[in-house]
């Protein structure tokens, strides 16, 4: 990679003015592109900052994929750049709906954290490309703040029938969704039992004690998924790298909650106000 990317010796399309406003998004678009180019694949990005309150995967967020994939060849094959803490589990199954219908050639590219549900929506692809400083996480819910796991195993009389039906039917919900994702795609031929033990692991408390658990690239092929390991100096490792980067920057210097970008779209999502 040159030292001086992206430098070129044509001036851009637009009016310096409006490209010099725009430059950190073409920046960013231009290294997609490099991207792409390498893999022969579309590059699309969900980008969440994930030290700002609220940027979680919400029922907004499938909109915004569409149009990525949208603007992406018919049924070609897609990288997913994703970068979240997680988020509500309905979002999450209307994404995976969204990107399973968009293409069945589908990697998800994780270079820092895909947590909690964040995780559930790495498993749609045929594999998940990870490295060193990668994470995913477990996928047990939680609700209002407080995880399932605790409601269900509470003392008796402690919670209210209410309290845990609605635990039962999340925790239920998430297990059934990661489950269905495996059979049916990356684990697609494995048997039943086998995914069911494995959806176990990260869906409740008996293997990890913390939903802020890390689950790195080694950790996650020891469970039984797809990963590609890839190394600090791989080309293509490299570059994610940097394009990370270039989110984690622009949302913090620009207010940003997320970033959806690809090629051909770039749609943000502000931040919220902080509050007084």
């Given at each position: ?6 430098r070129g010796t044509d001036l851009p399309a637009q009016s310096p003015l409006f490209w010099v406003t725009h430059k950190d998004r073409y920046l960013r678009q231009l290294l997609i592109k490099d ?144 489950s269905d994702l495996l059979s049916t795609g990356m684990l697609k031929g494995t048997a039943p039992d086998e995914i069911t033990a494995l959806v176990n692991k990260i869906a409740t408390r008996d ?70």
């Amino acid at each position: 990679m040159s030292n001086c990317f992206p430098r070129g010796t044509d001036l851009p399309a637009q009016s310096p003015l409006f490209w010099v406003t725009h430059k950190d998004r073409y920046l960013r678009q231009l290294l997609i592109k490099d991207i792409e180019a390498d893999t022969s694949r579309s590059l699309v990005v969900y980008f969440a900052d994930c030290n700002v309150a609220g940027a979680q995967l919400d029922g907004n967020d499938d909109v915004y994929v569409a149009e990525l994939l949208n603007a992406c060849p018919k049924g070609g094959p897609v990288d997913l750049l994703l970068e979240t803490n997680g988020g509500l589990t309905d979002a999450t199954e209307k994404i995976c709906a969204v990107l399973r219908a968009a293409t069945s050639d589908l990697r998800v590219i994780v270079p820092r954290r895909a947590k909690s549900n964040g995780t559930v929506i790495a498993m749609c692809g045929k594999t998940i490309v990870m490295g060193m400083e990668s994470e995913l996480g477990p996928i047990d819910p939680s609700i209002n703040g407080v995880p399932v796991e605790f409601v269900l195993n509470a003392p008796p009389g402690t919670m209210s029938v209410i309290d845990l039906q609605v635990a039962e039917t999340a925790r239920k919900q998430t297990q059934k969704l990661a489950s269905d994702l495996l059979s049916t795609g990356m684990l697609k031929g494995t048997a039943p039992d086998e995914i069911t033990a494995l959806v176990n692991k990260i869906a409740t408390r008996d293997k990890y004690h913390s939903h802020g658990s890390v689950i790195d690239a080694s950790e996650a092929a020891s469970l039984g998924l797809h990963v590609t390991n890839l190394g600090q100096d791989d080309p293509l490792w490299r570059k994610v790298g940097l394009l990370r980067a270039m989110y984690q920057v622009d949302c913090a210097n620009y207010g940003y909650a997320k970033i959806f970008e690809g090629t051909r779209v770039s749609l943000v999502v502000a931040a919220p106000p902080a509050k007084p």
